[in-house]
């Protein structure tokens, strides 16, 4: 089955600065590639996915990049802000209309004033 | 428009007892999913439906785990009796079956067995 790795675990950024989290999946069959941030006391929140048709995709200043032949995706986040401090998750599945996502264990990302 | 429900916030509970997570998905969404996260790791998935049918549950642990989905609509997991490497926070989720592709997550319900 489907196995993501995401790295790295904890990231600690000043505000301002560009933060970058990696993924990586095993299963070619994956199409679908969207990615969650969780503020302490909430469920994880959609911030943005990207299709296997497509090499990147940017909404304001988060923007996410996806290799195929390396089977590798990643979160770029530009401009840092303190509530940009949370835990991050990349998931991949197969899109068959409905999800069955497999997740990354999880980047907890700090942001200084 | 109201999220994805889930109650309670938080259980505390003893090993062998029973607990009974509840989830309220949003309104006309026919997918919902529930999802487990033990210890720090991973979001792993535990089960499917689309109306009150079972769509996949290959996600769940063992026999002690139950979900039901009632007339489509709120979903329950029942866990009997619960052990102690069941604590962690469980998820539910759920998306239009149309689209499919983006699925709302609840709150979570943050488990523990002592």
């Known amino acids: 089955g489907e196995n993501v790795e995401q790295h790295p675990s904890t990231l600690s950024v000043q505000e301002g600065d560009s933060a970058v989290i990696k993924c990586t999946y095993s299963d070619s069959a994956s199409n679908y590639f969207p990615w969650y941030k969780q503020e302490l006391g909430k469920g994880p929140q959609l911030i943005i996915d990207?299709?296997?048709?497509?090499g990147e995709k940017k909404d304001q200043r988060i923007a996410v990049t996806l290799n195929k032949t390396a089977k590798h995706f990643s979160l770029h986040i530009t401009e840092t802000q303190p509530e940009d401090s949370a835990v991050y998750f990349c998931?991949?599945?197969?899109?068959?209309?409905?999800?069955?996502?497999?997740f990354g264990t999880g980047t907890r990302l700090l942001v200084s004033p | 428009e109201a999220g994805v429900t889930q109650f309670p916030s938080h259980s505390v509970i003893e090993k062998g007892q029973t607990v009974t997570l509840r989830c309220d998905p949003i309104s006309g969404h026919d997918n919902l999913y529930w999802y487990r996260r033990v210890m720090g790791k991973e979001i792993k998935f535990l089960l499917h439906f689309v109306k009150e049918s079972k769509q996949d549950e290959s996600g769940m642990p063992n026999n002690r785990f139950l979900a039901e989905r009632t007339g489509g609509t709120y979903s329950t997991l029942k866990v009997q009796p619960a052990e102690l490497e069941d604590s962690g926070v469980y998820f539910c989720?759920?998306?239009?079956?149309?689209?499919?592709?983006?699925?709302?997550f609840g709150q979570g319900t943050r488990l523990t067995v002592v």
């Open positions: 989720a759920s998306s239009h079956r149309g689209t499919g592709l983006e699925a709302f």
């Open positions: 990207i299709r296997s048709n497509v």
């Open positions: 998931a991949a599945s197969k899109n068959t209309g409905f999800q069955k996502l497999v």
